[in-house]
């Protein structure tokens, strides 16, 4: 017999490459096994894998997930799959094969228990009073992203200028958090700060905080995480 426990909210963050979409994976799967119901979502501006949760790990399935523009639309569709699940189910994307399909892991008959989303430092401040909403209805949120921005500096959240929030306060918002380190691309020792490169070289400082384009990025330890012209005040942040 199942038995109802409180809904959470979880993050797991750390630097590239540090397993956090594993983790969400590793959630689904598990919400998958218990046939309990839930929704999987990322932002639209994280065009790197369309519209799944992949994993690194090639023993992992795809998540498929919906894309949202920001955390207002991500409660909106939540609200539609509480109110009426049949209609929501029927207008849902059609599963591709391998993947854990939307189709799947959403069940019209029974409640919605939780709700992944990935890249979280990719959405708006308005995320932390989503969660507050979402737990209220007994959805239990799992998120994953980075935690630090290429500077070094906890991501700010989009609309950083209205809110003042900054992933900090997201992860200070988890009931649970679990940091995550991969292995700095220079010296292999552990490492939670992300380093970007623009043709091989340190990004400065004043380059913007989201760019998609030709810049790559590497986990770094403390040692040989680089920016060039960072105001040595901001070191500690
Ligand atoms: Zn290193």
Do not use: W
Request: aromatic share 8%; with cysteine; glycine share 8%.
């Amino acid at each position: 017999m199942q038995t109802l426990s409180e809904p959470v909210a979880e993050i797991c963050y750390g630097p590239m490459k540090s397993g956090k979409s594993r983790y969400l994976v590793q959630q689904a799967e598990d919400l998958s096994r218990q046939a309990l119901s839930f929704l999987a979502f990322k932002p639209v501006q994280d065009t790197r894998d369309g519209s799944f949760i992949r994993s690194r790990d090639l023993d992992c399935r795809d998540v498929q997930a919906l894309g949202v523009a920001n955390s207002g639309e991500l409660f909106l569709i939540v609200e539609r799959a509480l109110a009426a699940p049949v209609d929501f189910l029927a207008d849902l994307p059609t599963s591709i094969s391998g993947a854990l399909g939307l189709r799947n892991t959403f069940r019209a008959e029974s409640p919605l228990r939780a709700c992944l989303i990935d890249e979280v430092f990719l959405l708006d401040g308005g995320l932390l009073a989503v969660i507050d909403k979402l737990q209220a209805a007994g959805v239990s949120v799992y998120l994953s992203g980075l935690d630090r921005d290429f500077r070094g500096e906890y991501f700010p959240l989009r609309h950083f200028e209205r809110h003042g929030l900054t992933m900090r306060d997201l992860i200070q918002r988890c009931d649970r958090a679990f940091p995550l380190q991969a292995g700095c691309e220079v010296c292999t020792r552990p490492a939670d700060l992300t380093q970007r490169l623009i043709s091989g070289l340190p990004a400065p400082y004043d380059s913007p905080t989201v760019m998609i384009g030709d810049e790559e990025y590497e986990p770094r330890c403390h040692e040989h995480h680089i920016v060039l012209g960072k105001p040595s005040l901001s070191a500690a942040s």
